[in-house]
């Protein structure tokens, strides 16, 4: 499974930007979806997920501005994001998680968002 991810860049707050990540292969619509962001000199964290059902959750600091979907057709995840913060600023990584036996981790390759103040 490979992940690419596109969609970042430079924009002021309050601006939006919808992140996309494109998985290959066939297991798309069984996996776990999930964005996570890492910011300079923090750790990783989790933005938001969604399962193979459709259930969602999001970090409190996103909730409410953030959206992920999913197109299981086009196996490709998004995150809508929307009145975007400085702190919002980080790279973000989108992960996708398999279970069959044992559990499957693959990671994108991150795409750059900075959010100007």
């Known amino acids: 499974v490979q992940l690419q991810a596109s969609g970042g860049g430079l924009v002021q707050a309050g601006e939006s930007l919808r992140l996309s990540c494109a998985a290959s292969g066939s297991i798309f619509s069984s996996s776990v979806m999930a964005w996570y962001r890492q910011a300079p000199g923090k750790q990783r964290e989790l933005v938001a997920t969604m399962s193979s059902g459709g259930s969602t959750n999001y970090a409190d600091s996103v909730n409410g501005r953030f959206t992920i979907s999913r197109d299981n057709a086009k196996n490709t995840v998004y995150l809508q994001m929307n009145s975007l913060k400085p702190e919002d600023t980080a790279v973000y990584y989108c992960?996708?998680?398999?279970?069959?036996?044992?559990?499957?981790?693959?990671w994108g390759q991150g795409t750059q968002v900075t959010v100007s103040s």
């Open positions: 992960n996708l998680k398999f279970f069959r036996s044992r559990s499957y981790d693959y």
